[in-house]
Nanobody, 114 residues
Framework: VQLQASGGGLVQAGGSLRLSCAAS????????MGWYRQAPGEQRVMVAV???????TYRDSVKGRFTISRDIAKNTVYLQMNSLKPEDTGVYYC?????????WGQGTQVTVSS
C-alpha cells in the first residue's frame, strides 16, 4: 500500500478527529497531496489540498474547520478536522493532487452522529 489512511472513527457532532496518511518511500509528500471524501451514494470529492510550496486549499464546506498539513520527516500528511458535522460523514482517502487512480487505498471511515 503506497498511501495508508488512518484515524477515522465515530464522533459526535462538534467533535474532532485527526486523520493521518502515511506514504511509502516511493511517494514524497512534498508533492501536491490531497484528502478526498466519498459520502454514501455520492462521488468522491476533494476536501483539502496542500501544494508543493505549502499553499493549502479547502472545499468551501470545510473552510475554517479542517486543516491539512504534512510532516516531511515522517512522509505523512494529516487532516485535522474540528467542529465536525454529520455531513462530513464518509470514507476519507489521501492521494496525490491531481489524484492518480493507482494510488487509491482503502481510506478511513469517518462517521459523525447528530
Amino acid at each position: 500500500v503506497q498511501l495508508q489512511a488512518s484515524g477515522g472513527g465515530l464522533v459526535q457532532a462538534g467533535g474532532s478527529l485527526r486523520l493521518s496518511c502515511a506514504a511509502s518511500r516511493r511517494i514524497s509528500v512534498l508533492s501536491a497531496m490531497g484528502w478526498y471524501r466519498q459520502a454514501p451514494g455520492e462521488q468522491r470529492v476533494m476536501v483539502a489540498v496542500i501544494s508543493h510550496g505549502g499553499t493549502t486549499t479547502y472545499r468551501d464546506s470545510v473552510k475554517g474547520r479542517f486543516t491539512i498539513s504534512r510532516d516531511i520527516a515522517k512522509n505523512t500528511v494529516y487532516l485535522q478536522m474540528n467542529s465536525l458535522k454529520p455531513e462530513d460523514t464518509g470514507v476519507y482517502y489521501c492521494n496525490k493532487y491531481p489524484e492518480r487512480n493507482i494510488l487509491w487505498g482503502q481510506g478511513t471511515q469517518v462517521t459523525v452522529s447528530s
